[in-house]
């Protein structure tokens, strides 16, 4: 899986927004504010990704086991499920 097209990622100091453009920014009306995990996911998100893996990158990088970071990214991936900003058609590594 991966984020679909069209949604960009912009840090202003410590505020993460992602702005839709293009066909994005007709489907999806307004900005999205992520926190600084949601904003590491996300960058990871611009290529194709397994739930395992972003569960790897966030015990690698933070202090965190695995259990919660499961627990975060389960939770992060449906959010971005129920509002279709996921592309899951594309084979993962």
Known sequence: ?????GLLLRTLGDSHVVV???QAAIDLRGMITLNGTGAFLWERLQTPQTE???VKALTDTYAVDEA???ADVKRFLEILREHALLDETEETV
């Open 68 to 70: 919660c970071a499961a």
């Open 52 to 54: 395992e893996a972003l």
């Open 1 to 5: 899986m991966k984020l679909k097209d």
């Open 20 to 22: 839709p453009v293009g």
